[in-house]
């Protein structure tokens, strides 16, 4: 009797530790998921962190683009200023050079348009693939 006895106790410890290590390997499980997602969140956080900062370089670049043709939109200015071409000061030489003032007016307004920063206007490395890839095609 005390062996039946001993022997049912050891079935009846073995089936209790069966549904143990169901739960452990459960646990694992989820675990593994746990770590699967998180590792998936990094990724995309990764991806989100290069994205941001190809955007900065783009918006950088358009800066530097706008301080470049700020500088440009300047010297026309001073170039206009110096010639004495304000509206004001235009009569006396119309007579005299108007087909020559028409041109200088148009050629500083033509410049100015060209150094002009539009919400359209691509980075500079932006253009140059752009042209890059149409002179492709072209060829």
Same mark, same amino acid.
Not at 100 to 103: A, D, F, R
Not at 118 to 123: A, I, R
Not at 128 to 132: D, L, Q
């Given at each position: 009797?005390k062996k039946l006895?001993?022997?049912?106790s050891?079935?009846?410890?073995s089936?209790v530790a069966?549904?143990?290590?169901?739960?452990s390997?459960q646990?694992g499980?989820?675990?593994?998921k746990q770590?699967?997602?998180?590792?998936q !969140?990094a990724?995309?956080a990764?991806?989100e962190?290069e $994205?941001? @900062?190809?955007?900065l370089?783009?918006r950088?670049? #358009?800066?530097?683009l706008?301080?470049?043709?700020?500088a440009e939109?300047y010297?026309?200015?001073?170039?206009i200023?110096?010639?004495?071409?304000?509206k004001?000061?235009?009569?006396?030489?119309l007579q005299l050079?108007?087909v020559? !003032?028409?041109?200088l007016k148009?050629d500083?307004?033509? $410049?100015? @348009?060209?150094?002009?920063i539009?919400?359209?206007? #691509?980075?500079p490395?932006v253009q140059?693939?752009?042209?890059?890839a149409?002179?492709?095609t072209?060829?």
């Open positions: 009797m006895f001993l022997t049912m050891m079935v009846a410890a089936l069966m549904p143990s290590h169901e739960a390997a646990q499980q989820s675990v593994q770590l699967e997602r998180q590792q !969140i990724e995309n990764r991806l962190v $994205r941001l @900062r190809k955007e370089l783009l950088d670049e #358009l800066i530097d706008g301080i470049e043709r700020n939109l010297a026309i200015v001073v170039e200023i110096e010639k004495g071409l304000s004001k000061s235009l009569e006396p030489f050079k108007r020559e !003032i028409e041109n148009q500083y307004e033509d $410049r100015a @348009r060209a150094a002009r539009y919400e359209s206007t #691509l980075p490395s140059e693939k752009m042209e890059e149409l002179q492709e072209k060829d």
